[in-house]
């Protein structure tokens, strides 16, 4: 049963990671590389195929127990750069109605997020750290990308 879960847990992940940087990549944010679609079906191919290739070179750099702790440490992150999103968006005025939490939840979010973090071990925080290094590399490439474009139009 838990290995199921374990791989059910997988492939949710691969889907969602491929979704988001795709996203990331018509957003901007990633080299538009990645939102390359195939033609009639519109499935983000070259998104599925990076991280399909960084979901196996993790397999084959540690064991079932790393790889899901460092999707854990990883998703913790995406968890805390919500509710942070929350506090910092509750101060924002619209003129429609909108769900609103209590205060005291996104606090007490952010709170266990950091107390799960101490959970990990180094050698998940070098793997995290790597992976984060990776994606701020190609965030880092496309600004210049997109900054060189904005000068050569400029002149």
């Not at 983000?44 to 084959?60: F, K, N, Q, Y």
Request: hydrophobic share 55%; proline share 3%.
């Amino acid at each position: 049963m838990a290995l199921i879960a374990v791989a059910n847990g997988a492939l949710l992940t691969m889907i969602m990671s491929s979704r988001l940087t795709y996203g990331m990549a018509e957003q901007g944010l990633f080299p538009s590389v990645f939102s390359r679609v195939l033609p009639h079906r519109r499935t983000p191919w070259v998104a599925i195929v990076a991280t399909t290739l960084v979901a196996m070179i993790l397999s084959l750099t540690g064991g079932l127990e790393s790889l899901a702790s460092t999707v854990v440490l990883l998703l913790l992150f995406v968890f805390l750069s919500t509710n942070i999103a929350v506090i910092v968006l509750r101060k924002d005025e619209v003129s429609h109605r909108h769900f609103r939490i209590p205060a005291v939840f996104p606090y007490l979010a952010i709170a266990s997020c950091i107390l799960l973090l101490t959970q990990q071990t180094g050698e998940i925080w070098l793997r995290t750290a790597i992976l984060l290094a990776v994606g701020l590399a190609l965030y880092a490439v496309q600004t210049l990308v997109r900054g060189g474009a904005r000068a050569t139009r400029a002149s």
